[in-house]
Nanobody
Framework: QVQLVESGGGLVQAGGSLRLSCAASGRIFRINNMVWYRQAPGKQRELVASITSDGSVQYADSVKGRFTISRDNAKNTVYLQMNSLKSEDTANYYC???????????????WGQGTQVTVSS
């Protein structure tokens, strides 16, 4: 069994910073892509940033230059450093990881429970 646990959300003023973490635990052989999503009330879920196992990253246009995704493979953890936060960044942030549990298995998607980020203007 694999579990993802996010942390680091909270309330911050516009222009401030937060760092989110998402740690994977359980039966893990290899983690492929790790991805951050967000969903605000009444809006569709949005892909925020992704990082491959070799460190290639992609960002949504709305966060480029402000957010940085990184990962620590030794800790099975992905991070999202969020700077210059805006009120429109307010959302529930989720992580997803594509994880192979054994050498011969395919990767399955696992999701965290989410962490709330609220930016006050």
């Amino acid at each position: 069994q694999v579990q993802l646990v996010e942390s680091g959300g909270g309330l911050v003023q516009a222009g401030g910073s937060l760092r989110l973490s998402c740690a994977a635990s359980g039966r893990i052989f290899r983690i492929n892509n790790m991805v951050w999503y967000r969903q605000a009330p009444g809006k569709q879920r949005e892909l925020v940033a992704s990082i491959t196992s070799d460190g290639s990253v992609q960002y949504a246009d709305s966060v480029k230059g402000r957010f940085t995704i990184s990962r620590d493979n030794a800790k099975n953890t992905v991070y999202l450093q969020m700077n210059s936060l805006k009120s429109e960044d307010t959302a529930n942030y989720y992580c997803r990881a594509d994880i192979r549990s054994t050498w011969g298995s395919y990767a399955n998607e696992y999701w965290g429970q989410g962490t709330q980020v609220t930016v006050s203007s």
